[in-house]
């Protein structure tokens, strides 16, 4: 393709840094003023709601609509709001101790959807015509499932159509579909923490973009570990190769993202998702 850049959005770059939007060191006031439970839990709703709304505008205005500015048609793929697969993952161990994979699966994957309806929704009332997809509609095809599957291949038929249409699509990373060989039939599937990376990187590969940008909390990858050593230093590039050295591997990226964009030849971006003009960290996989 040539001109569809494939953005993906971490959870805590979806959610920004204040939860329940400006003046929260208010928050507790305000709670105290309040009579009764349900009267905080709508205080506390309708606060991180609008929170999330002025958030989601935010990264459409600095990431996805300068994209479109300069002719492109981005690819758009999103993790969960942050902390939500954490409370999905913690309802289904309150419920029960060995819970049927499908089941915890298709929990798990709830919140993504959650979250990329919410960002199409924002760019279309921004002007911008977008379009939300599961994993299954954006063509994710995995090994195995439900739980801890890997991308075989992708079927971008359904995505390359709206791209050519000029619609933005916006995809909910972590999961995909698989077939179920002994009921004979599809079933969804999920990747493991951290899959959105995957997703957004087979996304690329399978429309032929040499790159993709992964859009966190943080900056870039450093030399160091920042919060222990102030004299960290961001690196502007490194090898895919030196990365798999790396112990720990870093966090802000997975691991099988990172192998998966060896073995298709796409670089990775790791850039900062509150400083636009921060050009971030290239790891080199071609």
């Keep these: 393709m040539g001109n569809s850049p494939v953005m993906k959005f971490g959870g805590s770059a979806l959610q920004g840094t204040e939860r329940f939007g400006p003046h929260e060191d208010m928050l507790l006031e305000e709670v105290r003023r309040l009579d009764g439970v349900n009267d905080i839990y709508r205080l506390l709703a309708w606060r991180r709601n609008n929170a999330r709304a002025q958030r989601l505008a935010q990264v459409a205005r600095d990431f996805v609509l300068p994209a479109r500015a300069e002719g492109g048609v981005p690819v758009v793929v999103v993790s969960a709001f942050d902390w939500a697969t954490d409370k999905l993952e913690q309802l289904a161990a309150v419920i029960s101790s060995n819970p049927k994979p499908r089941e915890f699966a298709r929990l798990l994957m709830s919140g993504e959807p ?35 599957a890997l991308i075989d291949h992708v079927q971008p038929k359904h995505l390359l159509s709206l791209i050519e249409e000029e619609i933005v699509p916006v995809v909910a990373g972590f999961q995909g579909y698989y077939r179920d060989v002994e009921r004979s039939r599809d079933e969804v599937s999920i990747l493991g923490r951290g899959g959105s990376n995957l997703t957004a990187v087979a996304l690329a590969d399978a429309i032929e973009e040499t790159e993709c940008t992964m859009f966190s909390d943080v900056r870039g990858l450093f030399d160091r570990d920042p919060r222990k050593d102030p004299k960290a230093s961001q690196l502007d590039a490194v090898d895919a190769q030196e990365l798999f050295k790396w112990d720990p591997f870093p966090q802000v990226i997975q691991r099988e993202a990172v192998e998966y964009a060896c073995e298709r030849g796409v670089d990775i971006w790791i850039r900062s998702a509150f400083e636009p003009k921060v050009a971030g960290t290239l790891i080199k996989c071609r």
């Design 114 to 148: 959650r979250a990329n309806t919410s960002l199409a929704m924002t760019l279309e009332a921004m002007g911008c015509a977008a379009e939300s997809m599961t994993g299954r509609e954006a063509g994710i095809v995995t090994k195995g499932g439900p739980t801890g």
